[in-house]
């Protein structure tokens, strides 16, 4: 061979081993590990069980769509128990320990306060879905999926209050009987002071430990006082077994709201027609007409039937779960890169669009615009009502 | 504050009458292994909300009545009884390490029935589910009609077999000396068996009545423990009626003061109750 034909050789060979580096070096990039906790096991397993569905679905999704900066995305997710200490504990594992390059917030405000601290600890940003109490947001690196806007122990009741008022039959007296349980406890305190300013009567006044087996007497001064509209700050299971209670007295209210009810149970039982919630998304037009969300609904469907929900349409709480994915991905993409410091800066400056709409996080404790609508039960099922540009086609407040 | 209505007070007390009859039964069971055998089975709330959610699955599922499926949960509730018994007694557990064990063996049946039915919520929608009946200005359920029904029966019934039976005396014998009771002749080792099994039957019989009631959570299996307890400790360990009584009182209580104040108060009373009967007749633990 000539001098010249091995120096071409040898040029051809570099050539090809720097072009393989590059495609091994792309290929053998790790991946984005995305740590949480979810509460897997324990009271607060049943809605967690929808959070890790979203998050399964989500992740799946961003994958297929090459994923964060280029790099697939893996969702370490740790069983916290419904325990607020041992999420502190797994989040510091996962920092610490497993080293994740981001975090995502676990279910529900105990767990997420415990989470918070552990990123203000190690200066991540925290993207969570179900915080209940915006005024114990302090965290600046906190971004809420939850829009409540900062002070919903105001702006929530005036929605539920607008939305009766503009119905046919506007209660004139309230009884507010609610859950000592923080995140509703706060919102039923609002109610009692946008009512009186409102004008309403309070006829009254009822507080129940978190846990109480016994509804009867609840029941019974509720039926008592004959309210036109009943406040039930109940979480979970507590509207259901209120209104078992009522049943079995023979009362049925007029008009009644539950804060943060479990969705299918009060949406299936025939004791809860016409109950009304707050929700920021439902399975039905104008929330339906983002793009993506048919496909997002389509495939929860299948996933929550595989997993055993009973209820497998997608409302408030995967909504916000997805939300909050949403945002996490908006950050990473907008700030081009995994700093947590240049995603905070990102979330903080931009309006980042979402299922729920258009969300931002300039406001107090980063919370944005209360994006709350109201829904009733109409039918077995739940339906935007309030206010008319969110409501269900056709869907109006019905009234008994 | 003002005076409740005589309708709201009779209708709180009724109410309370009504879960009061649910602790005293599921303390049943409870206090008969502790008074008897010296046995904290913790794992008896355990079996009873498994004994829920079976039935809820037979009826809800199966399509049986929510009440023949007794006649399946009683005998394999039995036998688990039985089971957890000669575990305890092959290992020699001590009383204290029995409600550790038996804590254990709560938590692994939560998992279970989480493993099987979610952690979501069950309802039991059955013919029973809202039939009510009025007397005056008062409502009675039927679910809990047959809980006190249940409760009262069997409570009055094991009182009876324990007074009036050579069963019953043997078994008084063997809690209250047991050397002395198996030297007379009494078997220890099949007796206890045998009231493992029947606090079994009655975990299992406990968590029908549940099932008819309560929407079901597993979490909920704890919900129970504070109050039933109480209920035990004030009406005597190892008594038939004692429960019973006590969880009436317990129930009672809370639903009166339910009626009277914020319901936030009603533990403080009913554990009130408690402490001072503790301070002030110890010799009844």
Sequence with gaps: MTRIGRI???GAACAWLVAAGGALAQGAQPPIRIGSTLALTGPLAATSLVHKVVGEIYVEQLNKRGGLLGR???????DDQSKPDLARTLYEQLVTADKVDLLM????????????????RYNKVLVHHTFGIPSMAKYEMQFPAWSLGPEPGTTVPNTVFDALAASPKPPKTIAVVTSKFPSVHFMSLGAREVAKKRGLTEVLFLEWDFGNLDYGPIAARIKDAKPDFIWVGAIGLEGNQLLDALSKIDYTPQ?????????GPMSKSPLANNALSMTVFEEHPPFTNAPGVKEFIDL????ARKAGIPDTNVEVQAAASYTAWQILEAGVKGAGSLDDKAIAAYLKTHRIDTIQGKLRFDGPSNYGDDLMRVKQVQDGRWVTVYPKEYAAPGATLRVP | MTFPSGTLLAQSALSGIFIGSLYGLLGLGLGL??????VINLAHFGFAFLAAYLCYQLASVGGMDPLLTLVLIVPLFAVLGIAVQWLLARFAVSPLNSLLATFGLTAIIEAGIQGVWTADFRKLESVYTGLKFRIGGLFVPVPELLTLVVALALSFGIWAAMRYTSLGRALRALAEDAPIASAFGVDARAHALLLSGLCGALAGIAGVCLALSFTLTPAQIYAWVGVVFAAVMLGGLGSALGPLAAGIVIGVSEAVTMAFASPSWAPIVS???????????????
């Design chain 1, 8 to 10: 071409a050789c040898i």
């Design chain 1, 72 to 78: 697939q995305v893996e969702w370490i997710v740790r």
């Design chain 1, 105 to 120: 917030g676990p279910y529900a405000t105990g767990a997420i306060l415990s989470a918070m601290g552990v990123a203000q």
């Design chain 1, 255 to 263: 008009e009644h709201f539950y804060m943060y009810p479990a969705p």
């Design chain 1, 300 to 303: 929860y469907h299948e996933r």
């Design chain 2, 33 to 38: 292994a502790w008074g008897l055998l010296h």
């Design chain 2, 271 to 285: 554990f009130t109750i408690l402490i001072l009967l503790l301070l002030l007749r110890p010799e009844r633990t």
